[in-house]
């Protein structure tokens, strides 16, 4: 289960961002499979310019990582940093 983490933009603005990947996923095989994860951060370059970005936690063996990619490079344009998992223990039970 991919984990895209938003960071960069206010509260608001990250909403949105996620609804635009959300939207963007609902006709994707893997839509389904993908949680985002908001965080409330300033992110800046050396020139103090805005300098958003996701970051994606993911197994090893996620077979649709580069579709997500390209999904996410197209609908952004954003940096995007990749994490490789070294295990993900799914839940037993539903919490929603």
Not at 14 to 36: C, M, N, W
Not at 72 to 77: E, H, K, Q, R, V
């Amino acid at each position: 289960m991919p984990n895209i983490e938003i960071h960069g933009k206010g509260i608001v603005e990250a909403k949105q961002v996620r609804e635009l990947i959300r939207s963007a996923l609902s006709d994707a095989a893997y839509g389904d499979e993908v949680v985002t994860t908001l965080y409330k951060t300033n992110v800046a370059d050396s020139r103090s310019r805005s300098a958003p970005f996701l970051r994606i936690y993911v197994d090893a063996d996620c077979s649709f990582l580069e579709s997500l990619l390209n999904l996410l490079s197209a609908l952004l344009g954003w940096d995007i940093e990749v994490v490789t998992l070294i295990k993900f223990v799914p839940a037993t039970t539903s919490s929603h």
